[in-house]
């Protein structure tokens, strides 16, 4: 079973990434002050990232699954700041991972066109990859990455209409996948610091289970999550 989170659970993990964040703007700030170095081992970014799943079904089970008939779903989208921290070992390689939490609903298409299935679900996509960049070109530093992902359900609830139907509770499974990614990091100036714009295509197909009061699992559906997540912003290398 996955780990539901009510608003109070949820108030200190938000805390926790903004606390995250201020503390990698500080790392940033500090670094710009001492250690900026373009060609450095450690580089930290701040980031607005979207979201944009697909969240499509791709296969139902149970009870209830006829209802699905003629119908499919979708993922909201979704934008919050993100961190991400890379360490280069050698000047075409480096490993990277990002931080951030996001926080979907999932709607009816089709035949439930609009009807409000899953809401809070909040999902920490842990990620690390590989990456390659490509030098000589100047202040351009494009880069291609790969590397599996670890997306985990920190929440997640009913919504309005599946509870008019007497589906009281959901759960949506962690799922490990994997990411593909493609960036530029545009040197700004000699000390390191640089506008950087990543695009990732995720492959993340989780499963969530629909349960009455009673505790009976009436429908299981398979979901292409298959999010692009699409970020810009500020980094900084150092050391």
């Known amino acids: 079973m996955v780990p539901i989170c009510n608003e109070k659970d949820y108030l200190p993990m938000t805390s926790r990434l903004f606390l995250s964040i201020a503390a990698t703007s500080a790392l940033i700030a500090s670094a710009a002050a001492h250690a900026g170095d373009p060609d450095g081992r450690l580089q930290a970014k701040l980031l607005v990232t979207g979201v944009l799943p697909d969240g499509g079904v791709s296969s139902a089970s149970g009870p209830a699954a006829g209802a699905l008939a003629g119908s499919n ?110 960036g530029i990091d545009i040197a700004v100036n000699d000390s390191g610091l640089s506008f950087t714009f990543d695009a990732k295509r995720y492959f993340v197909r989780p499963k969530a289970s629909f349960f009455t009061a009673d505790g009976t699992r009436v429908l299981q559906t398979k979901h292409d999550l298959d999010p692009w997540v699409i970020s810009a912003g500020v980094a900084y290398r150092f050391y």
């Open 73 to 182: 779903t979708s993922g909201s989208d979704q934008y919050v700041p993100t961190v991400a921290l890379e360490y280069f070992f050698a000047p075409n390689f480096s490993v990277e991972t990002i931080c951030c939490v996001t926080n979907h609903s999932v709607k009816g298409k089709g035949n439930l066109a609009g009807a409000k299935l899953v809401k809070d679900y909040l999902i920490l996509p842990a990620t690390v990859t590989a990456k390659y960049h490509f030098t000589g070109l100047g202040e351009m530093k494009p880069y291609v990455g790969a590397g599996p992902a670890w997306f985990v359900s920190l929440g997640d609830k009913p919504g309005a209409d599946a509870v008019a139907l007497g589906l009281t509770n959901v759960d949506i499974s962690n799922t490990f996948g994997a990411a593909l990614q493609a």
